[in-house]
Every structure is written in C-alpha cells, then in structure tokens.
C-alpha cells in the first residue's frame, strides 16, 4: 500500500468531476492513506457529502463556521499534520481563489493557512474555453510560481458535449500522480528508454512466434521512473497493460521494429534499460498469405533468421558519448549469478539485472539480483512496483557516482 500511513485532505470544488472525486477518495483508503474531506458549497450541487463520508469514513468539512471543531479552527487544524492537500476536481474559481489568497470559504481559507511544508495539489476540471480562457491560464502560471502542483488536465470530451483540454484525470491517473508526488525524485531532469514485453515475429498474416513476457516488470520501471523525475519513453511489445501515467509509449510487435524504435529515439537518452524479451530469431520466409494446410501434406519449414541485439546496437552507441548509461536484463532458467556476470561483461553494459525467466514471466512478484563492476547484490522478493523503485534508485545512484567522476 503505496500511501500507507499519509493523512490527504481531498477538497472538491464544483464541477461535473465531482463524481470522480468519490473513486478517487476510495482508491486513496485502498493505498493506506487516511483522508479528509473539505468540500465547497458548489461541490455539494455535484455529490452529497453522504457519499464521501461513507467511503472515507471521516466527518465531511463544509463550513468554515462549523462548531464541531472543539476551537472552531477547522482551517487550521484539518491541515495540521497532513502530507497533502489535494483538490480534485478544482473548478477555474477555485483557481482564481488559489492565485490571489481569496479566504471566503472553508477549502480556501485552508489553503491558504497550510503550513509551509504541506504540498497542495490541483487537479483542473472545467470547459474547454474556461481552461483555455487567458484569466485562467494567468491563474495557473501563478499558482505554477508558487509551488503549487497541477495535475491535468486531460483532453477528451466534455460533460458540455464540447471537447478539448479541460477533463480532469481519471482517479487511477490522479492516484499515481499523487503516490509519485511522495518518490525521491533522483531522475530529475534525466530521459530514460525502456523496452517491455514480448515480441512477436510473424510466420504469416494471422500467425506468429512470440513469448510468455507480460510487460510487467518493464511497465513497473517505466512508471518507477516516471515517479522519480524522469522523462519516461517505453517502447513496448504487445501487451494487455495500460501504459503507467505520464509515460510515453510507442507500440511494436517485431523485434526489429522495436530495434528500429529505440535507434530512432535514443539520441538524447541518458539511461537505457532493456526489459523486452525480444526474440532471438523471426521467420526468414513467412509468408505474405495465410499458410493453408493440405490434406496429407507436409508441414510449412520455417526458416529462421537471427534478430538484430538492441541493448549491444545502443551499447555500441555509448562508446561515443558516454550515454546512454545501459540497462540490460537476463532471463536465466539456471546458474544466475555464474551466468548473469558473464552475460553483463559478454554486453559490455554497467549494470544488468539477473532473473529466473520461469518465475517472473507473468507473475506479480519477482527477485532480482544486480550485477555490476563491483559484484553482485540480491533484492529479495517483492512485488514488482517495489523491485523496479528500488532498481530506479540504485541506477540514480550509479548516475550520480559518474557525475561526481567526470
Ligand atoms: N536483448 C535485446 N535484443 C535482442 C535480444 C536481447 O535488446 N535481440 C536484450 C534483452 O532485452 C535483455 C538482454 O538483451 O536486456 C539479455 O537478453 P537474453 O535473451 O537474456 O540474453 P542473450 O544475450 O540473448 O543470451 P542467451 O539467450 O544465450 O541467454
């Protein structure tokens, strides 16, 4: 439970995303968090505070003059030990409010009297022309200035039937960017590539050969690094994951689409990581149609052809400018640690990261092993969020030795 043990007050202002708010606050109990809620007169219009009690099993705020707090100070006591403030949906009003310290409701008044330390977090909802209204684009530069953090909005249709920038996130999409808020942010600044999945080489039109990889562990980096500050590029395989929020994601299905993918968008990359279970072979004479069994007659004969290696081409790329800093994976079925060492020197890469294929592909949990310069160090079994944080953290580590050498 990534938010496990965080006080969040979750303020609504009026719009239609109200209705959002009320999954929102029920993902954020499901990750640990305790929440508050405070919400405006306008967001009563949209939800009853019913509903929010029930599912935060919390006294829901309304009024700044509510006698219930023992010294009538709900503007300063919700805020008191919370680790976020997070509005959601927040109307342009509520902007306007945020970005010129307007106090005449409780949710603003709270704002504004949150001690220094407390991050407040927006996420917009409103109509097209009202996001794009230069006052309101005025108001979020200014709240941009003082710290504030502004979630969305996403582009889509609108409850007004008009489409166009101005929907708020969904509650799945909010969820991760308030976790992220809590991550160390060691990639600050860094682009990172990634590949992920399995990838499938075609006999012909309908058919193909491809593997038991679920993306999982690629999709858990690409996020893990997301959270930690980094411009995030996945290109993946196909797969049934939803690509993690923020990330951008360019699909493939062959390996040498995927080799062709990565050489054109690793320029400019300053770390690598080659999570993809690529084929070592694709069919050298699939056929344009589809195959057609013949009553007594013989099976196709597939010719196979070897796959360009991605991680060695960009590796080979590295001698030139020093980055990107290369990432490679190993999905061994036994002798890891023999193995794992000998295949990080054989790909002339820094880092690589050991594996049992049989017990990862698909699964949920993993453990990995670290193989570097120094040796080797196991990361025990976990889920693998958690394995792909720490690995983020350990490859943040390693960027910052090199920058401290050169
Ligand atoms: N890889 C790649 N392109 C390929 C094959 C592999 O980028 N055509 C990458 C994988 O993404 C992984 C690493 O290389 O990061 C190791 O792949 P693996 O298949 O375990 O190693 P191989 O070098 O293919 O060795 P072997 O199959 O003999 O174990």
Redesign the pocket.
């Known amino acids: 439970m990534d938010l496990q043990g965080k006080k969040i007050v979750l303020g609504l202002s009026g719009g239609v995303a109200c209705y959002k708010a009320a999954e929102l606050c029920r993902a954020l109990i499901k990750q640990g968090a305790s929440v508050q809620v405070v919400m405006t007169d306008a967001a009563t219009h949209f939800i009853g505070p019913v509903t929010l009690q029930a599912l935060s099993g919390n006294t829901v705020w309304l009024d700044q003059w509510d006698p219930r707090m023992p010294n009538n100070m709900a503007h300063i006591d919700l805020t008191r030990g919370a680790d976020a403030v997070l509005v959601a949906p927040c109307s342009a009003d509520f902007i306007r409010k945020l970005a010129h310290g307007v106090c005449d409701d409780l949710l603003s008044t709270l704002c504004l009297a949150r001690p220094a330390g407390v991050p407040l977090l927006v996420a917009p909802a409103m109509n097209v022309e009202m996001w794009q209204n230069p006052a309101t684009q005025r108001n979020v530069a200014t709240l941009r200035e003082d710290g504030i953090r502004i979630f969305g909005p996403a582009a889509g249709e609108q409850a007004c039937g008009e489409t166009g920038l101005g929907r708020m996130l969904e509650p799945e999409q909010l969820l991760e960017e308030l976790i992220a808020s809590f991550q160390h942010k060691i990639l600050a600044g860094k682009r990172v590539l990634i ?1 992920a999945g399995p990838t499938f080489e075609a006999i012909d039109p309908v058919r193909g050969i491809t593997n038991l990889s679920s993306g999982k562990m690629g999709y858990a980096i690409a996020r893990a690094a997301r959270e930690a500050g980094a411009e995030v590029t996945l290109v993946s395989g196909p797969t049934a994951l939803s690509t993690p929020h923020g990330v951008r994601r360019i699909d493939v299905l062959s ?1 040498q689409q ?2 062709d993918a ?1 050489m054109a968008g690793v320029e400019g990359q300053h770390v690598f ?8 072979w694709r069919v050298a004479n699939a056929s344009d149609q589809k195959l057609k069994k013949q009553e007594g007659g013989a099976a196709p004969q597939l010719e196979f052809v070897q ?8 590796a080979a790329t590295t001698s030139l400018s020093g980055w990107p800093y290369c ?6 079925s036994e002798n890891l640690v023999e ?1 794992g060492a000998a ?1 990080r020197e ?2 002339g890469i820094p880092l ?2 050991g594996n049992i ?1 049989h017990h990862t592909f698909g699964q949920d949990e993993n453990s990995i092993v670290l193989f570097d310069e120094h040796g080797h160090t196991v990361l025990p079994r976990a889920d693998k969020l958690t394995l792909a944080r720490q690995l983020v953290s350990e490859i943040g580590k390693r960027l910052e030795q090199r920058s401290l050498l050169t």
């Open positions: 590949t390996a995927m080799h990565v990581i080659a999570v993809a279970a690529v084929a070592d796959n360009a290696d991605i991680l060695a081409s960009v990432v490679g994976f190993a999905a061994e193995y295949k054989r790909k690589l990261v294929g």
